[in-house]
Nanobody
Framework: QVQFVESGGGLVQPGGSLRLSCAAS????????MGWYRQAPGKQRELVAR???????NYADSVKGRFTISRDNAKRTVDLQMNSLKPEDTAVYYC???????????????WGQGTQVTVSS
């Protein structure tokens, strides 16, 4: 089983930027579609950005044009660049496999600790 460790969250003002990073524990990572999920207070976890093993990307409407997902298979990392952040982006962000999962879905059963992103003035 591949494990993921997220980092890069924090407190940022509306309109600001953050870059999240995720490190995978095993080289098998390269064959996975990967995703960034988020869970806001009182809401279900949802897949908001997805990248295939070949690098094709998809985004939820709520983040399209503001977030960019990327991956480096050699380093076993997947990043999420978040720009023009809004208070509604406040959530715990997780990376995980996106194999078989579509945008908006809750994703797998096993999760890392995630990283908190808070957008507030």
């Amino acid at each position: 089983q591949v494990q993921f460790v997220e980092s890069g969250g924090g407190l940022v003002q509306p309109g600001g930027s953050l870059r999240l990073s995720c490190a995978a524990s095993r080289s098998i990572f390269s064959i996975y579609a990967m995703g960034w999920y988020r869970q806001a207070p009182g809401k279900q976890r949802e897949l908001v950005a997805r990248i295939s093993s070949g690098g094709s990307t998809n985004y939820a409407d709520s983040v399209k044009g503001r977030f960019t997902i990327s991956r480096d298979n050699a380093k076993r990392t997947v990043d999420l660049q978040m720009n023009s952040l809004k208070p509604e982006d406040t959530a715990v962000y997780y990376c995980n496999s996106a194999n078989g999962y579509t945008l908006g879905s809750e994703g797998p059963d096993t999760w890392g600790q995630g990283t908190q992103v808070t957008v507030s003035s």
